[in-house]
């Protein structure tokens, strides 16, 4: 349960519930719809809605999914949820966390209400509740086919095929809020379900609301009194067979049940059509053995969690890092069929052929450790989201995705983040792709004219993207700091990819767009500095205040995002004053690492900055302030993220740096050394893609204190530079650091 709060821009938002490595299904508890609770589950509510089939995991915005939301009643039947204030009012059931079992594969919970224990397991596109009811009430199984995190169903189908199956479709669209709810007017999906009850039911309804088409339905609208009243007075249509509607749900009732009984009930999950939702469940899910589903969920966790073995770490290290690697591999989930067929927004249906389609790409946070993080451990994967992210861009026409969801833009964020992943992919082997294709979408994307990059066309006329005023966003000013740093390094990107296919011009071209950085560098105030349109600079506030054209950052912060040019970064701010920026904006960092105006470590923008001590004259500041990050800015419960994990991407910068390294430039092939955390960790390396069989890193005389690297060597030899290689990682080998309590201001100096 670590993470697992939703509030404002602190802790982590994480997933609870049931699933496999990079799953499809991620069935799990729901505890609010509306607000901005993306993984629809926070630890701090004390009601729950129910358990829905498809969830996200630590993203920082209105969520989307909680799709098929199922929930075991009894005595008087409600057709609305009910409020947080009073459940009472709905099918909504108080509980206690006291009765919460959350293990890999594996989550159950009472409702208090109705007595009624839940369990839940899944297969990659299936999955299976099991429910324990009591005796001498009208039991029955709900189903809200309109549920949405954050949103609604804007039209769904049931059909009730006997006694025991039923299969419909709910379809998503930004009318009906969802991700970002609905303001980024891109995300279009349909959900199919295939679904089966363990024993026959006795009798079953639809009920149906009338939705005038004048009413709103995105997330503060469907917790309203109004619209609840409109799901209160639903229709109710004892034993109908089939329907579609703007606003379904079902029931099957079990009238006579004993005393402990159980029923369970399955469902296959697909976004492409009915024939694939019946195919997954028939494939992966053709038994009623929920022991089984449990236990081979845990076989394959076990196996995924152990492609990094530490030793060394106390029991709250070791909760903390495993956890983090649970998190690490819920995304990018796989989006097809057993057949390998899969869904995009404009071209439909299609077939993958030779890899799985991957969606949920939160770029602009996982590129930064996410990412890198699986390139060792998981290159097949990384392969697969190339492919995926290359035939997006196909599909969509408009370049590579930002933030891709459910096979559509979403044009969440800002910058080009696919092209370090891809560019990081080819210098570390993973090669599995067309990069010459991967070339000349990433130069669309960049020049455009069909482009999702922010300001390009200004970014093309001027070298930089404009801050006009937008005062309902952005405190007066867009992003157009932030959105030039990330191009500039994406045009970097470009340029190394064209350097890979001998393109001398395409190289010279986006190198130099890769130092527009110095077109916003103003060296009056000695940070960058957002720009009119005209040209002239907009309004300083001070390094420390957000914003000022720079998304969820401030000037500060910001300042350090030139990873592929730090030689050029000191050149503007000077040697001594990049040594000393960093020293101050380290120490005047709550020691807790809360949301802060310094080193705030909750947020992405940051994530490298510990490691630029490493290209200074004091690396071992590098080492300090790492150990002092994992110590205080990780912990255990559902408060153990001190910010939303991003899908990943906060437990990734953990499970790097605990094992003693971190990349600055994704693309240039190097992670720069810190301090490890465990005395040994080995990691298994992929046979198909690496020479190595294992890595492994020693830190002799390692503790609490021992902070300080005095010397590191690998495969026997002392590396008298502070980064290592992904070859030296993958081809195998032993890398020993011998720690101490002071620094050894000699390291890395020959």
């Not at 459910?406 to 044009?411: I, L, V």
């Not at 969440?412 to 090669?431: E, N, Q, S």
């Amino acid at each position: 349960m670590i993470g697992a709060v939703a509030k404002t821009k602190y802790y982590g938002r994480t997933f609870p519930g049931a699933t496999l490595p990079y799953a499809l299904v991620k069935l799990g508890p729901d505890t609010y719809t509306g607000g901005d609770v993306g993984s629809g589950y926070s630890f701090e509510h004390n009601t729950l809605e129910g358990f829905s089939f498809v969830h996200m995991s630590g993203i920082g915005w209105f969520g989307d999914f909680g799709n098929l939301l199922v929930t075991p009643t009894n005595g008087k039947f409600y057709p609305n949820r009910g409020s947080v204030e009073q459940p009472e009012t709905g099918y909504r059931s108080n509980i206690s966390h006291d009765t919460e079992n959350a293990t890999p594969g594996y989550y159950a919970i009472k409702l208090d209400d109705y007595k009624v224990k839940a369990e839940m397991t899944s297969t990659m596109r299936t999955g299976i509740l099991r429910f324990t009811f009591p005796e001498g009430k009208t039991n029955r199984i709900q189903i809200d086919l309109a549920r949405r995190i954050g949103g609604t169903s804007v039209k769904q189908y049931i059909k009730v095929i006997d006694d025991h199956r039923i299969e419909g479709w709910m379809k998503y669209t930004p009318e009906g809020g969802g991700w970002g709810n609905g303001k980024t007017n891109m995300v279009f999906y349909t959900v199919y379900f295939s679904a089966e009850f363990s024993e026959p039911f006795t009798n079953h309804g639809i009920w149906s609301a009338e939705i005038p088409d004048e009413q709103s339905r995105k997330v503060d609208d469907i917790v309203s009194d109004v619209y609840q009243n409109l799901i209160k007075n639903s229709n109710i249509f004892t034993g109908k067979k089939e329907m579609v509607g703007d606003h379904l749900g079902f029931y099957a009732e079990y009238p006579n049940l004993t005393q402990d009984e159980q029923i369970m009930f399955k469902a296959g999950i697909s976004f492409v059509d009915l024939e694939g939702a019946r195919n997954n469940l028939e494939t992966e899910l053709k038994h009623w053995d929920f022991e089984k589903v449990k236990a081979d969920a845990e076989t394959v966790w076990e196996k995924q969690l152990g492609l990094i073995q530490v030793e060394g770490a106390t029991d709250k290290q070791k909760e903390i890092f495993y956890t983090s690697m649970y998190h690490a591999q819920i995304d990018p989930r796989d989006f097809t069929d057993v057949d390998g067929r899969f869904y995009l927004k404009e071209s439909g249906i299609n077939e993958a052929g030779n890899y799985n389609y991957r969606t949920i790409f939160s770029g602009w946070d996982a590129f930064r450790s996410h990412m890198p993080l699986l390139t060792i451990i998981d290159p097949n994967l990384v392969n697969e989201v190339v492919n995926s992210l290359i035939a997006k861009a196909e599909d969509g026409g408009m370049g590579f995705p930002k933030w891709e969801i459910a096979g559509c833009y979403s044009n969440c964020m800002l910058g080009d983040p696919a092209l370090p992943v891809i560019l990081d992919a080819w210098t570390k082997g993973i090669r599995g792709f067309d990069l010459k294709k991967a070339y000349e979408i990433g130069k669309q994307t960049s020049l455009g004219p069909n482009t999702i990059r922010n300001g390009w066309e200004n970014y093309n006329e001027k070298g930089y993207v404009d801050c006009n005023p937008v005062p309902e966003r952005w405190n007066g000013y867009y992003k157009g700091v932030s959105a030039t740093l990330e191009n500039c390094y994406a045009d970097w990107c470009i340029s190394q990819l064209a350097k890979e296919l001998g393109d001398i011009e395409g190289e010279k071209q986006f190198m130099e767009r890769a130092q527009y950085y110095r077109n916003i560098f103003d060296s009056e105030v000695g940070f960058f500095r957002g720009k009119y349109k005209n040209g002239e600079w907009i309004p300083w506030e001070g390094q420390h205040v957000f914003r000022q054209g720079n998304i969820e950052s401030n000037p500060l912060q910001q300042m350090w995002f030139v990873p592929h040019d730090i030689d050029g970064l000191k050149s503007l701010i000077g040697e001594e004053r990049f040594l000393s920026e960093l020293e101050e904006m380290f120490e005047l960092t709550p020691p807790n690492f809360p949301f802060n105006e310094f080193y705030n470590h909750a947020n992405e923008p940051v994530h490298h900055i510990p490691y630029l001590f490493n290209l200074t004259e004091k690396p071992w500041l590098t080492q300090k302030w790492v150990r002092k990050i994992l110590a205080n800015a990780y912990g255990i419960g559902p408060y153990g993220i001190m910010g939303n994990d991003d899908v990943g991407q906060m437990s990734a910068w953990y499970i790097l740096s605990s094992i003693g390294f971190h990349p600055i430039c994704q693309g240039d092939n190097k992670y720069w050394l810190g301090s490890p955390l465990f005395s040994k960790t080995v990691i298994q390396l992929n046979k198909k893609y690496y020479k190595g069989k294992t890595f492994i890193i020693i830190a002799n005389n390692n503790s609490e204190e021992n902070v300080f690297v005095q010397k590191v060597s690998l495969n026997g030899q002392d590396l008298n530079r502070p980064y290592i290689l992904h070859e030296e990682i993958t081809n195998g080998g032993e890398l020993i650091f011998e720690m101490g309590n002071t620094p050894n201001k000699e390291l890395y100096k020959n």
